[in-house]
């Protein structure tokens, strides 16, 4: 497996930026696809987004799309998660995670956590009204 460690977290008002940086070693990152998820509390873990192995494909939750943008950085072993245009809703913790290559694709994504083998520890990302 892959250990995930993630930074970046932090307190920002609403309409600021941030963006979280995840950490691999382990086993190779590029052979992997990467996904950042958030849980906030009383709520479930949800998706939101995903990136291919290479970079070439990347998938958005609606509540996100146009305001976070999801990247990686395989000579670096990193993913990021630039998220701008923040909202009080978007606080929660952030979580990276690993999948099998095969699951994030040009035709194919998965969103469900269990899909998901290897995860980070998390980062807090409060946003301020």
């Known amino acids: 497996q892959v250990q995930l460690v993630e930074s970046g977290g932090g307190l920002v008002q609403a309409g600021g930026s941030l963006r979280l940086s995840c950490a691999a070693s382990?086993?190779?990152?590029?052979?992997?696809?990467m996904g950042w998820f958030r849980q906030a509390p009383g709520k479930e873990r949800e998706f939101v987004a995903a990136i291919s192995w290479s970079g070439s494909s990347t998938y958005y939750a609606d509540s996100v799309k146009g305001r976070f943008t999801i990247s990686r950085d395989n000579a670096k072993n990193t993913v990021y998660l630039q998220m701008n245009s923040l909202k009080p809703e978007d606080t929660a913790v952030y979580y990276c995670?690993?999948?099998?290559?095969?699951?994030?694709?040009?035709?194919?994504?998965?969103?469900?956590?269990?899909?998901?083998?290897?995860w980070g520890q998390g980062t807090q990302v409060t946003v301020s009204s």
């Open positions: 382990g086993r190779t990152f590029s052979g992997y696809a």
């Open positions: 995670a690993a999948t099998q290559s095969r699951r994030i694709s040009a035709y194919y994504y998965t969103s469900s956590p269990a899909d998901f083998g290897s």
